[in-house]
């Protein structure tokens, strides 16, 4: 039987998925396909080139990714992340899709086009930072003079590219709808409204998950909350273990 793997954006509260894949990977899982999004995509990329869920938070935990991310003066943008591209290939130096273990798909938006563009084949690094170019935050990305930005925008949840190609789809979906706690500051505003913005088309796609995993106490963290990685790595990882009974019973009933 295929399984494949969906990782949805979320910003920092992407480290949860991170958890989740550690959880199911101890209940003997292994991945076929893997589609992406914004923070989903940098986690599928790690994992897909091998790295383990506990690797990969060390990186997101030591790496200086935050020193990468300089000024856009171009008013396009507030930052730039095409800087951190050096930093990824220190990681994953093939930059090749075809490179990985497992197959990945990542999805972008066309800012001029208004469309999503799926990458899947060539080059890796530039497609996955272009997925997570939260616009008025992050300068688009260019990529065969192509202006691209978070995939998040058009599709949250890229099931499509893999749906037709596996057997058994488990999504991980990192934006629960509550809030824990009332917004007091303009970025809680913006926060709160860009995940709004996605959440309608989000939510047509739950059914079409064999098995949805979405920690609600991630409520508790915002997508910038970076420094508290391992506390939402262990939200992922609590989570997916007390689902443990019907995750398995889902795959032995698609078996």
Same mark, same amino acid.
């Given at each position: 039987m295929k399984i494949g793997l969906v990782l949805s954006g979320g910003g920092a509260r992407g480290i949860a998925h991170l958890g989740v894949i550690k959880a199911l990977q101890e209940m003997?899982? &292994?991945? +076929? !396909?893997? #589609?992406? &999004? #914004?923070? *989903? @995509?940098? /986690? *599928?990329?790690?994992?897909? !080139?091998?790295? &383990? =869920? +506990?690797? #990969?938070?060390?990186?997101f935990e030591s790496s200086s990714f935050m020193k990468h991310l300089r000024p856009a003066w171009n008013r396009m943008g507030l930052l730039r992340l095409d800087t951190a591209t050096e930093l990824f290939r220190t990681y994953i130096p093939h930059d090749s899709f075809e490179g990985l273990h497992i197959?990945?798909? /990542? /999805?972008?938006? +066309?800012?001029? +086009?208004?469309? !999503?563009?799926? %990458?899947?084949?060539?080059?890796?690094?530039?497609?996955?930072? @272009? #997925?997570?170019?939260?616009? *008025?935050? %992050?300068? =688009?990305?260019?990529?065969?003079?192509? !202006?691209?930005?978070? *995939?998040?925008?058009?599709?949250?949840?890229?099931i499509e590219p893999i749906e037709q190609k596996v057997d058994l789809v488990i999504a991980s979906h990192c934006n629960p709808f509550g809030m824990s706690r009332p917004i007091r500051s303009v970025r809680g505003v913006i926060e709160r409204s860009l995940i709004l913005a996605v959440q309608s088309k989000t939510r047509d796609k739950f059914s079409r998950c064999n098995v949805l995993i979405e920690p609600t106490d991630l409520v508790g963290f915002g997508p910038t909350d970076i420094s508290k990685a391992r506390d939402v790595f262990r939200i992922g990882y609590r989570h997916t273990i007390a689902m443990r009974t019907e995750i398995e019973q889902i795959v032995q009933q698609g078996c």
């Open positions: 003997g899982l &292994t991945f +076929d !396909q893997i #589609s992406g &999004t #914004s923070a *989903g @995509a940098i /986690v *599928g990329a790690l994992i897909a !080139q091998g790295y &383990t =869920p +506990d690797e #990969s938070l060390k990186l197959p990945l798909h /990542v /999805v972008a938006v +066309d800012l001029l +086009d208004g469309v !999503q563009i799926l %990458f899947e084949k060539g080059e890796l690094i530039r497609p996955v930072l @272009a #997925s997570c170019c939260l616009p *008025g935050i %992050f300068e =688009p990305m260019l990529i065969n003079k192509r !202006q691209y930005i978070d *995939g998040g925008v058009l599709n949250n949840l890229p």
